[in-house]
């Protein structure tokens, strides 16, 4: 017998279609409603993505068709998720846990990357800007830091200038993506070095996926950011560049580049 939680795990799971699970699922959660007739789509999405919704006593899922041989027990994990977000409650954790292992494991993030690779499309700027090239600010940092043996992934500024994430490494389309609010006259050098460093290393240690929990800035990652030139300095111009967007932002001042 095998116990996941307060779900039910014998036989009949193996029996249910998807849209017996959600009908058993939405009982337990809304003993008292009226049930709803369940429709389930599993759609192309660039993503692991699903969608819930309830209308006229229609619930409809589409599920990211990449979830479509995934077990009963994910199934099962994933209508616990979806519906308690329409209910606007917070799902049990050992659900969550179990459905995000289900997504960690290695055979399924590679499924997921190749997919986001194939049907998504990464826009982004060329990375030369108008105040800082970023294919030279990578090569500078790779000779003085990694013997210049980093292969260059795709480089570029962002479409969007973003103010919460200054710089991104997307492993799906290899690419280190900073943020094109950066390329302005009125951010320093050290800022965008720091921040494509950061990235480097993002690619020096990969993210370790350990079950359920992801760890994207390990000891070892931490260690090796510190021995970036004028780490401190860095860090105080990032903090003043951030507090300085923000203040902008609170003014009601557009953005650059946008
Ligand atoms: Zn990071």
């Known amino acids: 017998m095998v116990h996941l939680g307060e779900m039910q795990v014998e036989t009949a799971l193996f029996f249910e279609t998807i849209e017996q699970i959600y009908t058993r ?18 759609r192309k999405y660039a993503n692991i993505t699903s969608r819930i919704r309830l209308e006229n006593n229609n619930l409809t899922v589409d599920i990211s068709d990449l979830l479509e041989s995934a077990p009963a027990p994910i199934q099962e994990a994933l209508a616990h998720i979806l519906l308690a977000k329409l209910f606007r409650r917070i799902p049990e954790a050992g659900i969550v846990a179990r459905y995000q292992r289900y997504l960690n494991r290695t055979e399924m ?3 997921v990357h190749s ?35 980093m292969a260059r ?30 390329d302005a006259q009125d951010c320093p050098a050290i800022l965008v070095n720091f921040v494509m460093f950061h990235e480097m290393l993002h690619l020096r240690y990969p993210t370790e996926h350990n079950g359920a ?30 507090e300085k967007e923000w203040a902008r932002e609170a003014l009601g001042l557009s953005s650059r580049g946008a």
Not at 124 to 137: H, M, S
């Open 213 to 242: 929990r992801r760890c994207v800035h390990t000891q070892e990652f931490k260690q090796a950011e510190r021995q970036f030139e004028g780490y401190r300095e860095a860090k105080r111009a990032l903090r003043a560049f951030v």
């Open 115 to 149: 997919v986001k690779r194939e049907r998504g499309r990464k826009l982004i700027r060329n990375p030369k800007g108008e105040t800082y090239d970023l294919q030279a600010v990578f090569e500078e940092l790779n000779f003085k830091y990694f013997d210049g043996l």
């Open 25 to 42: 699922v939405f009982r337990s959660l809304k003993p008292r409603a009226s049930v709803p007739t369940v429709t389930i789509r599993f």
């Open 109 to 111: 993030r590679r499924v």
């Open 153 to 182: 992934p795709q480089l570029g500024w962002s479409i969007r200038p973003s103010r919460t994430t200054l710089g991104h490494y997307d492993p799906s389309h290899h690419a280190i993506v900073l943020s094109c609010l950066m």
